[in-house]
């Protein structure tokens, strides 16, 4: 590191409030004359981590984990960035202005400032033309989107022209191969010339978490225009994987009610905000991922997951669930009526929150969605049936890899919903789990592989092309059996068997 940078980081590190800048991604308490939180390095359940201003240099220290650092190495670990960006995100927060650094440090840097300042170039573009056009300006007000929600998102417009920003950087080279790599340009095939990636559109700009504009997302003004919505393309500042809509503005109000509500649309997030229901996001027109999980279980303690009630968000539903079911937040599912979105629903924060609060956790939601799929769950064997196969798909989920007191508490949900005993849960989902190891490949003795040994076990996604090997009957008999003894007690168990003969 030049004596340079080293200069400009002991001026911003001096200038940083530590406690305020760990605060605005988890939450703080103050305990005599230091602050603790909860560790976000590690699965701590409890405020591992102390934070120290009262000494000669202020710092952070995990008790549990040993993480420890400066300001600097919080934000590297924390958003996964480089120290160079760390220095300038702080540099920026303090107001220092950065010396000059070596040409080395600035190439290290170049790619990511010219794509940050292109895509906030252009979000100022869009809004400007949305400005100058009432006809849209009237488009998203009958839509419900009012004046305040239009600057609080940056929303903008973009015109119909195929050259809309194209013609503002024709004599710029750098600047439209920069455009380019941003996604916000387009060159036509077999050509040097260019066109605007979004064309006719209400552009809905997608920042970082620190607000800082990242890509965007564009809406269809005209119903028969096809997609209805364009994302910007990963660029090295915007993966879609890791990236919530609304959540630079959401995270305040999901510390201050340790709760976060995850829609599906732009719109939906605005709704939400303009009644003053805050602690919203949305995914990008991708499925949630475990990076998305990750972010907002640092951030609080419960997340509610809102989709659609057709089949395509039941779906959704589900895969959601896999991704949350074995982290340490709390999960909810609100299924809102077919046809209806929170934009629908959102007239005022009551009853926006009447919607949210009727949501049903994880457990119950796949009990509910495997006893639908399930006919006769009212006799003994298909009632028997139905909760073998509500326990292998907790198994499945990983109820077993449960965190810390989540797993006994999950156990107890479970023992509330079968209206059964929690040690006989324990006891079957032990069973269960034992009787189904995971398939292996299995070895088949040729000359060429009789003195190989076995090959490992494969990933989960490798295995759905590998034969089940078969259970015996008097196995699968066993097993009904006994799941009938633990719902019905030892004198109905030989029904079970008689009517599934």
């Not at 032990?430 to 299995?442: E, G």
Request: with cysteine; aromatic share 8%.
């Amino acid at each position: 590191m030049s004596n340079v940078m080293m200069d400009d980081k002991e001026r911003v590190r001096e200038a940083v409030d530590l406690v305020e800048l760990i605060s605005d991604y988890i939450p703080v308490q103050a305990k005599g004359q230091e602050w603790v939180c909860v560790c976000p390095f590690h699965d701590d359940h409890k405020p591992s981590m102390c934070i120290v201003t009262h000494r000669e240099r202020a710092f952070y220290k995990c008790f549990s984990c040993d993480e420890s650092g400066d300001c600097f190495s919080f934000l590297q670990k924390f958003l996964n960035i480089g120290f160079v960006d760390a220095l300038k995100m702080l540099a920026e927060r303090t107001g220092i202005e950065l010396t000059n650094r070596t040409p080395q440090d600035k190439d290290a840097q170049s790619k990511r400032d010219k794509l940050r300042k292109a895509v906030s170039w252009s979000m100022e573009q869009y809004k400007g033309a949305l400005s100058n056009d009432e006809a849209v300006c009237s488009t998203l007000a009958e839509r419900g989107i009012n004046k305040e929600s239009i600057e609080t998102f940056s929303i903008g417009f973009a015109p119909e022209a195929w050259t809309f920003l194209a013609d503002k950087l024709w004599n710029a080279s750098d600047r439209i191969e920069t455009a380019s790599d941003a996604g916000l340009l387009k060159k036509k095939a077999g050509t040097n010339r260019v066109y605007d990636a979004f064309r006719n559109r209400i552009i809905f700009p997608i920042h970082d978490d620190t607000g800082n504009p990242i890509a965007f997302g564009g809406r269809r003004i005209n119903e028969e225009d096809e997609p209805k919505y364009i994302n910007s393309p990963e660029t090295e500042i915007f993966h879609k994987s890791k990236t919530l809509y609304g959540f630079d503005l959401a995270r305040r109000a999901m510390q201050t009610e340790n709760k976060v509500i995850v829609v599906e649309g732009y719109t939906d997030v605005i709704a939400c905000h303009q009644v003053g229901v805050k602690n919203v996001v949305a995914t990008l027109g991708t499925s949630l991922t475990p990076q998305h999980a990750q972010k907002l279980s640092r951030m609080c303690e419960e997340v509610i997951l809102v989709f659609d009630g057709d089949e395509a968000g039941q779906r959704a539903a589900d895969r959601a669930v896999e991704i949350f079911f074995a982290k340490e937040i709390d999960v909810s599912i609100c299924v809102l009526p077919e046809g209806k979105d929170p934009a629908d629903v959102a007239t005022d924060a009551e009853s926006l929150r009447e919607h949210f609060a009727a949501a049903v956790d994880a457990i119950a939601y796949k009990f509910t969605r495997i006893e639908a799929k399930l006919k006769n769950t009212d006799t003994i064997s298909g009632r028997t049936k139905m909760v073998a196969t509500f326990l292998d798909e907790l198994i499945r989920l990983g109820i077993a890899k449960l965190p810390g007191i989540k797993k006994p508490l999950v156990h107890e949900r479970i023992a509330r919903l079968l209206k059964i005993p929690m040690e006989q849960v324990q006891s079957h989902l032990q069973a269960r789990a034992q009787s189904s190891p995971p398939r292996r490949v299995h070895k088949v003795e040729t000359p060429e592989n009789a003195y190989k040994e076995e090959m490992p076990l494969l990933q989960e996604e490798e295995r759905d092309d590998l034969p089940v090997v078969p259970v015996p009957r008097n196995r699968k008999l066993a097993e009904c059996e006994f799941l009938s003894v633990l719902l019905y007690g030892p004198t109905q168990a030989s029904a079970i068997l008689r009517e599934s003969d």
